[in-house]
């Protein structure tokens, strides 16, 4: 068993990524079937880890293209990053990359990437259309090509605040019209911000986006956390002592970020092999570190943006939840909306007439953080 070095803060090598082969099969299955995917979990669930392990080896039929569309603000960045991605591919067929050298300026020395003086009066949406049009119609018989699109409700959210609800919705539209074409192209669209916000502030219906089958993803199985686990424990030269691989794998909720975030913290907490409570007392040494557990806290500072004037009942909700650990339906029956916000953005799930939170260790995280008890 090879030693991995704890990584929470930083991207991980998707050749170092343990675990997903379900997801992996899965996405494959799909995708080779003609449907399209949606990945949506909050944020360090392992979304583009998972991504890059599948963009790393998609499979026998299939070659990929991963484009990252954080920080972009308007229709044309959207734009140009997609063409810059696909322009990178090892696979892009020579007359499309013709049809890209026409088009945009940049390619050629791999510079940033422009729409051309002549065609710089067309729309970004229409320039997208040929621009994907123009791969499709020259791929090869034998390949599809998925185009793995991360981060993608983010950049919606701020097209729509930066140049308005119709320029978002229109960006929607062209590439659900994409999708439809029946071609030799698939697609997989990531975020870790609910499409149910962004439709709202951009005037959508669902109906742009229900075309895309949902693909779960999850914490890990409890075999893969637990080779996680002791792979890390390898990493920080530790022996794995009694009840410590379990107690990882317990304490972490099985979130990949979580398990590499707590081996981290024993790293330097003491000598010799790693016990349970070692396990115990780093996972409270996380929670009370503001800096270090910063990246799973976003559930407590996401709410303000996304729910508005609804932010303190949601978070009422969530708190009620947390503390019952489970509460049934009926009794939110005046907050059905906002509950389905809630199980939506992947806080709460419901089974049977009741509600609880989707993952326990996000619970506990949100009680300690607001002081529950």
Known sequence: MDPLSPQPGSTIDP?????????????????????????????????????????????DGLTSVKIDYEGVQTSEEFL???????????????????KLKALFEGIEIEGPVKVKVGVSTRTPTDLLSEAIRSVDDHLDEAVLLVIAMDEVPLAIANIACNEGADAANQLLQTLR????????????VCGSVGFHHILRSCNATEGVINDLVNLPLGPLEVSDAQELSRRLLLGIGRDAGEGAVDALVEHSGRIPYLIHALAHGLQE?????????????????????????????????????????RAGRAEEILDR?????????PDLQADVGLLDDLIDDHYLIEHNKTV??????LRRIWMHRRRLG
């Open 321 to 329: 939840v947390a503390i019952d650990v489970s509460l049934d339906v």
């Open 177 to 188: 019209g994409l999708r439809r074409q029946g071609s030799r192209l698939r697609w997989i």
């Open 80 to 98: 140009t990053r997609t063409v810059a991605a696909l322009s990178a591919h090892r696979g892009l067929p020579r007359h499309a990359a013709s």
């Open 356 to 361: 609880r939170w989707r993952y326990d260790v």
């Open 15 to 59: 050749r170092n990524a343990v675990g997903r082969a379900a997801t992996t099969a899965r996405a494959r299955d799909e995708l080779r079937s003609a449907n399209n995917l949606a990945l949506t979990d909050p944020r360090r669930m392992g979304k583009t880890v998972w991504l890059d392990l599948f963009c790393l080896d998609p499979g």
């Open 269 to 309: 907490s003491s000598s010799g092999p790693v016990t349970g409570g070692d396990v115990a007392d780093a996972f409270v040494r996380f929670m009370d570190d503001r800096d270090e557990s910063r990246a799973v806290t976003h559930l407590l500072s996401r709410l303000d943006p996304l729910y508005g004037d």
